[in-house]
């Protein structure tokens, strides 16, 4: 491997780091909703990983069709959480994967609908989405510098809070001090400085990797044959939509930091993409996927805007799919101190969104009204999501995502206050 290879492989192993905890929370959070046992649970985690990496890679590789060719890495969707446990619940484990396959055809098939809506994301509203990205996922970050869980009785502990507040200054002292590729994987080394005082503080727990099997192998139909359930497949293609919106700030949002223009054609490869993905992970049991907002921030700080080291993200995610114990590594980074990491890189997806802000005319009031409006309704509505617990639960899947439902109101706003303008 050549010098450049080896510093793409490193940035790409912080990428890898940044979404690695995102990515295993669905189907840890799934499975044990739905009481599955610890040999499920391990493939439900292990497919989850290999198929991040395989979606990945075909959202990376443009050919005619797939790919739309921006530094993005697809995980998992947290959204999918609650529908997939009530599914499941209700209908079975074969009518969760019946209704992921059926919404991934539906998205390949109307990818050409919805790629037309780029005219429906002017600066000013895709600013205002990818701002709001980033201050939702920041309350996230403060609950893992707490130890990960606010009801915890220890939550807060003042060696949590050390390590948290050490990888946060690891990370700005490299940003601030340091030069050339150390300073591009500052929060790799946060990450890791993080972790070595934790360990010496007795707070990394090494069983993940101990109970890990050695190798897992994809397996069509794991959990048995898919059922195709009317409603469950509704909810699930109602689900992709909003999985689409929040992916569409991702792109972006990449877009913008890489001086790339997202075009509608390069939508239609992207959605078609996340499609194909779906469906995939409909047929080897894991669940939908969407662009990593955390990992726009990375891009943002690292500097490294190519599409290399997300290369070698990928392939790494393959690779822990395949050798759970190798991936199980990961898990060993505390809470507090993966918190640190993603307060950075949360708040550098923030200030990209603010930068783009800041070419709005804000001369024009029904600007300051757009974005006032949005980002209230983003933030606002995230924090206290039982605002809408008596209306339906289709509704709140919408109301309760303070990404989509900032996304709708900017969209909307600006359709009726300023048409389809192509300038601010």
């Known amino acids: ?82 529908p997939a446990i009530m599914i499941g619940s209700q209908a079975g484990i074969g009518a969760v994967f ?38 939702t996922l920041i309350p996230v970050a403060i609950g893992k510098m707490g130890g990960g869980d606010v009801s915890m009785s220890n939550f807060g502990e003042p060696r949590y809070l050390l390590q948290a507040f050490v990888t946060i200054a690891l990370i700005i002292g490299i940003q601030a001090f340091g030069r ?84 509608g054609e390069d939508l239609k490869r992207g959605y078609r993409t996340e499609g194909l993905a779906i469906l995939l ?34 392939i790494f995610l393959i690779i822990l799919g395949l050798f759970p114990k190798i991936g199980a590594l990961a898990q060993v980074i505390p809470e507090a101190v993966l918190g640190g990491g993603m307060l950075v890189m949360f708040g550098m997806v923030a200030v990209a969104g603010m930068r783009m802000l800041s070419k709005v005319d804000y001369n024009n009031d029904k600007n300051l009204l757009i974005v006032a409006v949005s980002i209230g309704f983003g933030l606002g509505f995230n924090m206290i999501p039982q605002l809408f617990d008596r209306l339906p639960e289709t509704l709140q899947l919408f109301t309760s995502n303070g990404i989509v439902m900032s996304s709708l109101t900017a969209v909307v706003l600006n359709l009726v206050l300023n048409g389809l303008k192509t300038k601010e």
Not at 126 to 134: D, Q
Not at 293 to 313: C, D, E, H, M, W
Request: aromatic share 10%; glycine share 12%.
């Open 1 to 82: 491997m050549n010098e450049e290879n080896g510093k793409a492989a490193l940035v790409g192993l912080q990428h890898l780091l940044a979404m690695y905890a995102g990515a295993v929370a669905v189907p840890l959070l799934i499975g044990t909703g739905l009481g599955m046992d610890a040999q499920q649970m391990t493939y439900l985690i292990s497919m989850d990983i290999f198929m991040c990496g395989l979606a990945t890679l075909l959202q990376l590789t443009v050919t005619k069709y797939f790919g739309i060719g921006l530094p993005v890495i697809l995980g998992c969707a947290i959204q999918v959480v609650g």
């Open 98 to 135: 019946g209704s992921i396959i059926v919404a991934g055809l539906f998205l390949m098939v109307t990818a050409g609908i919805f790629s037309k809506i780029k005219v429906l994301f002017p600066t000013i509203v895709t600013g205002t989405v990818i701002t709001v990205i980033g201050l």
């Open 180 to 263: 050339g590729f150390i300073r591009s994987i500052a929060v790799l080394i946060g990450l890791a400085g993080g972790t070595l005082l934790a360990y010496f503080m007795g707070d990394v727990n090494f069983s993940a990797i101990s109970q890990a099997p050695v190798f897992q192998v994809p397996h069509p139909f794991y959990f048995g044959m898919p059922t195709f359930d009317i409603v469950s497949i509704i909810l699930m293609i109602i689900i992709v939509i909003v999985c689409m919106v929040e992916s569409t700030g991702v792109y972006f949002a990449l877009g913008e930091i890489t001086e790339q223009e997202v075009t």
């Open 281 to 314: 992970g409909g047929i080897f049991n894991t669940f939908p996927h969407t662009g990593f907002s955390q990992n726009v921030g990375l891009v943002q700080l690292s500097g490294i805007k190519t599409r290399l080291p997300i290369y070698f993200a990928a």
